[in-house]
């Protein structure tokens, strides 16, 4: 190459550096290594690094504004007619998730700010459950009074369903799994301390300067469109007590003024809340699902949207004494059950694909950032708790639900004879036709090696609802059994657990020789395998569970389609 060649090139690596182009980019277009292009650049001392690193800033933000412009244009429209409809901001994004997997939650989220700040407060008020709120206020009294961590008074005192409802919560705001657990300790702790006779307050304006302190050590920010957690005492307020300070306070059992004030009926009598369990424990039959702690919270929710009030989830719980109490209280000496309304509940395939995007993009985040020889620790904690455990509980919410949309579910699948069903439970269900006979062993059971994979039901769905569950290729199915299997090595590794792995991976190595293993599998190779590459391999199956999710999403459309009763025809209606 002549002087003259060399010195052009040299100039145009130059300017290239300064329009931004990276050094990996600039050398691959010249066939030179990266190192040559890097000391080309450093000699010439014409641009400096952070010269660069604005110019590539400028230009991913002008994509980013086009990206946001395009959408606007495409679905501003429809964001403004459901947002004028009431629909929560969340519930939006959730939707537009659905559509566009691919579209990371931090873009969505800032493209339907962009289409205009047009949601509605009141319906905002609703991004949080009674509970979670009710955590919130406890969380601000161990920190008024400087409480010490006390796990083993926690671990007596936790309720599973909140536990794990404010957990997810404070997860979905970026809260590490410390700091997490340090919340949910200390709200129990302070919780504990309310049930004995010494006084526990908390005024309004108090507890707004201790939301300022914890928004700041949790590192969130108030803002309009935002949802922080603690929420404001405005929507304590309101979701707690009916527009009223002391009345929210009372409700959760903090004293407010009156010391001494009677637990329960501020608001209601007795018998509001015996209706009220009744009504729940009467829809949980007909769904098939739990009866919990979270469910009725969320009962009380649709409820309220519906323009019916009933007693809040901490309110039956301190006039009963506990959850447990409640239950049975109302199974004893409650009215009749009620038959459920029809339409209520939904199995919410699109909450569960929301939450799992959300957990694989701040995963995606995390592990760019991280440090190489830190990027296992990450991605075991998201493989074995954010990824594969939370997808088996929602999964089997979801088929409990599914199973209860269609009235006609549990006489079908007997019809259809044992299958992988149980013994002692297909005798329940053909004796009573109830499906909360169902198990999660079960469920797990068939929903796993041998006996099946991610996509069967064992016949409990519609033909149609099948078939969009069963259009999930078999390479995708491959990736989730990887994936699950990998998960078992995390919780226990065994030689029937690494013989497990080694066959998924042979599996999936089939078909795409990425996965291909050459030395013997243990944890440490396993981890190192998968962050390798900056983690190219767990790239490629972190992003199964959404699409898993996106066919269960597509199936219960079409199950919801299939099992809705045909209207009554005004020829046939009988006047009463």
């Not at 009345?247 to 809340?273: C, K, W």
């Not at 009380?300 to 009963?320: K, T, W």
């Amino acid at each position: 190459m002549s002087q003259t060649s060399t010195t052009d090139r040299d100039a145009a690596i130059v300017s290239d550096y300064r329009s931004g182009k990276t050094y990996r980019q600039i050398a691959d277009a010249l066939g030179i290594s990266h190192q040559r292009v890097a000391q080309i650049v450093k000699q010439s001392g014409q641009v400096a690094a952070t010269d660069s690193s604005q110019a590539r800033r400028a230009e991913r933000d002008a994509r980013a504004r086009t990206r946001t412009e395009e959408f606007v244009a495409q679905y501003g429209d429809a964001v403004r007619a459901l947002a004028a409809a009431g629909e929560p901001r969340a519930e939006v994004e959730a939707r537009i998730h659905a559509l566009l997997p691919h579209e990371p939650a931090a873009f969505v989220k800032a493209a339907v700010a962009a289409c205009g700040h047009v949601f509605d407060v009141r319906v905002q008020e609703f991004a949080f459950s009674r509970s979670v709120i009710a955590s919130a206020v406890w969380y601000a009294i161990a920190v008024d009074r400087g409480l010490d961590e006390d796990p083993v008074a926690a671990l007596t005192e936790l309720d599973l369903d909140e536990t794990a409802e404010l957990a997810a919560a404070l997860s979905l705001l970026g809260i590490p799994a410390t700091k997490v657990a340090s919340i949910l300790t200390l709200a129990s702790n302070a919780r504990t301390q309310a049930e004995t006779p010494t006084d526990v307050s908390m005024t309004k304006a108090r507890y707004d300067d201790l939301r300022t302190v914890v928004l700041t050590d949790l590192g969130l920010t108030s803002g309009q469109g935002a949802t922080p957690w603690p929420p404001t005492s405005q929507t304590v307020t309101k979701r707690l007590g009916e527009g009223r300070w002391s009345t929210a306070m009372t409700s959760i059992g903090v004293q407010h003024g009156d010391r001494g004030r009677p637990p329960g009926l501020i608001l209601f009598e007795e018998n509001d809340y015996t209706d009220a369990l009744a009504d729940f424990l009467a829809e949980t039959t007909t769904t098939n699902v739990p009866a919990t702690y979270a469910g009725y919270e969320a009962f009380v929710e649709r409820e309220a949207r519906a323009g019916r009030r009933r007693p809040s989830g901490p309110s039956v719980r301190l006039f009963y004494g506990s959850w447990n109490s409640a239950k049975r209280a109302t199974g004893a000496t409650g009215p009749a059950r009620r038959p459920r309304a029809a339409g209520l509940g939904t199995a919410s395939a699109a909450i569960h694909l929301h939450r799992a995007q959300l957990e694989l993009d701040s995963f995606l985040i995390d592990l760019q950032a991280v440090r190489p020889r830190d990027a296992g620790d990450l991605l075991e904690r998201y493989i074995q708790s954010k990824c594969i455990r939370e997808f088996e509980v929602s999964r089997r919410q979801w088929l409990r639900a599914m199973i209860g949309l269609d009235t006609q579910a549990v006489a079908r699948r007997v019809d259809e004879g044992k299958g992988d069903i149980p013994k002692d439970v297909f005798h329940e269900l053909r004796q009573t036709g109830d499906a909360g006979a169902i198990t999660d062993m079960y469920i797990d059971r068939i929903s796993s090696p041998p006996n099946g994979d991610v996509r069967s039901t064992d016949g409990w769905l519609v033909v149609d609802s099948q078939a969009e569950l069963d259009a999930l290729s078999d390479e995708l199915v491959l990736r989730f059994e990887l994936l699950r299997a990998a998960r078992n090595i995390f919780v226990h590794e065994s030689e029937e657990s690494l013989g497990k792995l080694a066959a998924a991976i042979d599996r999936l190595a089939e078909v795409d020789d990425r996965f291909t293993v050459r030395r013997t599998l243990t944890r440490t190779l396993l981890i190192d395998w998968l962050a390798a590459e900056r983690g190219r391999r767990i790239r490629i199956l972190a992003q199964t569970v959404p699409a898993v999710w996106q066919s269960k999403l597509n199936a219960e459309t079409m199950q919801l389609t299939s099992t809705t009763p045909e209207p009554t025809t005004p020829e046939t209606t009988t006047n009463r």
